[in-house]
């Protein structure tokens, strides 16, 4: 993998204890999560850009269109 | 990454993987998904004949002229221009590509080595050869087609 | 990042040393357009002329250049083995997605890095080179690249959980080569059976510890 490079984050409480939280769920470190969501908002956004829509979609197959900022 | 270097490991994987079938991803979709691909590869192809053409004319070259400018076989431009079916090869499209400045990925699928995924940029090379026509001078228009595509093919 | 990896020669039975790489590009795509399918298509005809379609392989129309958008997306990681100025296979990850978390009871929820697509050139596989009257050339390769896949999960702290739809006719290669556990099929997919690695099924794989 390519060399890196370290940043200091600020979060809020909330924002750590949800770090926390999900990387306890997801077995992975909070930088790896960190790293994880960054590259889900990029494949989010390389898609958004193409013209394609992100939607989720419920147990009764009802679609609802996911507004990304 | 460290790999096993152990040469038992390889043995062994290799008696387990000689008789199987390696791969993964979707099973095949239906031949209709296919045929809609080749008319889709013609219309991007059609983009690319224009595209080089255009080019050509604006720099107010002959072909012979624009081959070595490219650095490219002079018969293999003329397959490109004539010949729908004709493949050019990776390099040829590279150099086309350095020559023009857009990114090499992008005219390999206008020139039919790659396949596209993306609607916008199938519709944006229909609107460009449907402007570009086949006269001798290049009209404004034509000037101005040109300049707007190369502009969208740089900057997606 | 490239790397040298041991894969067998069929002809002299002898361990060669290929190249794996991460730096896959649109011309490596090209070249399996080029290089492969031709073959792959020749032999899905000879074996439907046989009769044999079950033996046809459900890939037979892949094509890797639809993917070049895909290279520039980091979540995606590509990688390739080359050996004699060839390619012999390529494999496409996903290190975040929608399939990129564990089923398996023991370890649902948990992140995985998912495969998305594995393919070895058709000169190494025996069911195709059987339809065209050859024998395959190289072994191990498929090995080698989930090999590299369990390795990018440990990077990417996963501790070696990998998971992956098997097309039908290689579920006993994921099973059987690699250690898999198959969890279920799955609807999504084109009821495809899902398999994953625990750790412990990922270290076993590794060091081939029996």
Same mark, same amino acid.
Request: hydrophobic fraction near 40%.
């Given at each position: 993998m390519a060399d890196k490079r370290t940043m200091t984050l600020n979060l809020t409480d909330q924002e750590m204890s949800l770090l926390e939280e999900l990387s306890a769920r997801k077995d992975v470190s909070k930088t790896a999560l960190l790293r994880q969501a960054l590259r889900l908002y990029q494949m989010v956004e390389a898609r958004l850009s193409r013209g394609e829509k992100l939607f989720f979609e419920d147990e009764e197959k009802k679609k609802a269109e996911l507004m990304v900022v | 990454m460290k790999f096993n270097s152990d040469p038992e490991w390889l043995k062994r994987q290799a008696a387990l993987e000689?008789?199987?079938?390696?791969?993964?991803?979707?099973?095949?979709?239906?031949?209709?998904?296919?045929? *809609?691909?080749?008319?889709?590869a013609t219309a991007s192809r059609t983009a690319f004949v224009s595209l080089l053409n255009l080019t050509r004319r604006e720099h107010k070259l002959t072909w012979e002229q624009f081959s070595q400018?490219?650095?490219?076989?002079?018969?293999?431009? @003329?397959? @490109?221009?004539?010949?729908?079916?004709?493949?050019?090869?990776?390099?040829?499209?590279?150099? @086309?590509? !350095?020559?023009?400045?857009?990114?090499?990925?992008?005219?390999?699928?206008?020139?039919?080595?790659?396949?596209? !995924?993306?609607?916008?940029?199938? *519709?944006?090379?229909?609107?460009?050869?449907?402007?570009?026509?086949?006269?001798?001078?290049?009209s404004s228009e034509e000037h101005e087609a040109l300049k707007e595509y190369v502009k969208f093919l740089c900057e997606r | 990042m490239k790397t040298r990896v041991h894969i067998i020669d069929n002809i002299s039975g002898k361990p060669v040393e290929a190249e794996l790489f991460d730096e896959v590009t649109v011309e490596h795509f090209i070249e399996t357009q080029q290089e492969w399918r031709p073959i792959v298509l020749k032999a899905a005809r000879q074996l439907a002329a046989r009769g044999s379609h079950q033996l046809i392989p459900q890939h037979f129309h892949w094509d890797w250049t639809a993917k070049?958008?895909? =290279?520039?997306? =980091?979540?995606?990681?590509?990688?390739?083995?080359?050996?004699?100025?060839?390619?012999?296979?390529? #494999?496409?990850?996903?290190?975040?997605?929608?399939?990129?978390?564990?089923? =398996?009871?023991e370890q649902a929820g948990k992140a995985l890095i998912y495969v998305d697509y594995v393919e070895v050139a058709p000169w190494n596989l025996k069911a195709l080179m059987s339809a065209l009257g050859e024998k395959p050339r190289y072994n191990v390769i498929g090995s080698r690249l989930i090999e590299a896949a369990v390795l990018r999960s440990k990077e990417e702290d996963c501790k070696g959980r990998i998971g992956l739809h098997s097309l039908p006719m290689t579920e006993s290669?994921?099973?059987?080569?690699?250690? #898999?556990?198959?969890?279920?099929?799955?609807?999504?997919?084109?009821? =495809?059976?899902?398999?994953?690695?625990?750790?412990?099924?990922?270290?076993?794989?590794?060091t081939g510890a029996r």
């Amino acid at each position: 993998m390519a060399d890196k490079r370290t940043m200091t984050l600020n979060l809020t409480d909330q924002e750590m204890s949800l770090l926390e939280e999900l990387s306890a769920r997801k077995d992975v470190s909070k930088t790896a999560l960190l790293r994880q969501a960054l590259r889900l908002y990029q494949m989010v956004e390389a898609r958004l850009s193409r013209g394609e829509k992100l939607f989720f979609e419920d147990e009764e197959k009802k679609k609802a269109e996911l507004m990304v900022v | 990454m460290k790999f096993n270097s152990d040469p038992e490991w390889l043995k062994r994987q290799a008696a387990l993987e000689d008789n199987c079938f390696v791969s993964v991803g979707g099973l095949v979709s239906a031949v209709e998904d296919l045929e *809609e691909q080749t008319q889709r590869a013609t219309a991007s192809r059609t983009a690319f004949v224009s595209l080089l053409n255009l080019t050509r004319r604006e720099h107010k070259l002959t072909w012979e002229q624009f081959s070595q400018k490219l650095d490219v076989d002079l018969a293999e431009l @003329i397959e @490109i221009e004539n010949d729908e079916t004709y493949k050019p090869t990776p390099r040829t499209v590279t150099k @086309i590509a !350095h020559f023009l400045h857009v990114p090499p990925e992008k005219l390999f699928v206008l020139s039919g080595l790659a396949r596209a !995924h993306d609607r916008q940029f199938q *519709e944006a090379a229909l609107r460009f050869a449907a402007r570009s026509q086949p006269v001798k001078a290049l009209s404004s228009e034509e000037h101005e087609a040109l300049k707007e595509y190369v502009k969208f093919l740089c900057e997606r | 990042m490239k790397t040298r990896v041991h894969i067998i020669d069929n002809i002299s039975g002898k361990p060669v040393e290929a190249e794996l790489f991460d730096e896959v590009t649109v011309e490596h795509f090209i070249e399996t357009q080029q290089e492969w399918r031709p073959i792959v298509l020749k032999a899905a005809r000879q074996l439907a002329a046989r009769g044999s379609h079950q033996l046809i392989p459900q890939h037979f129309h892949w094509d890797w250049t639809a993917k070049a958008p895909e =290279l520039k997306v =980091l979540a995606n990681a590509f990688y390739g083995v080359r050996y004699e100025n060839k390619l012999q296979g390529l #494999m496409k990850l996903e290190t975040v997605g929608q399939f990129c978390t564990c089923r =398996l009871p023991e370890q649902a929820g948990k992140a995985l890095i998912y495969v998305d697509y594995v393919e070895v050139a058709p000169w190494n596989l025996k069911a195709l080179m059987s339809a065209l009257g050859e024998k395959p050339r190289y072994n191990v390769i498929g090995s080698r690249l989930i090999e590299a896949a369990v390795l990018r999960s440990k990077e990417e702290d996963c501790k070696g959980r990998i998971g992956l739809h098997s097309l039908p006719m290689t579920e006993s290669f994921y099973i059987k080569a690699c250690g #898999m556990t198959p969890v279920g099929r799955d609807p999504a997919k084109q009821n =495809l059976l899902w398999l994953e690695h625990t750790p412990e099924q990922a270290d076993k794989f590794l060091t081939g510890a029996r």
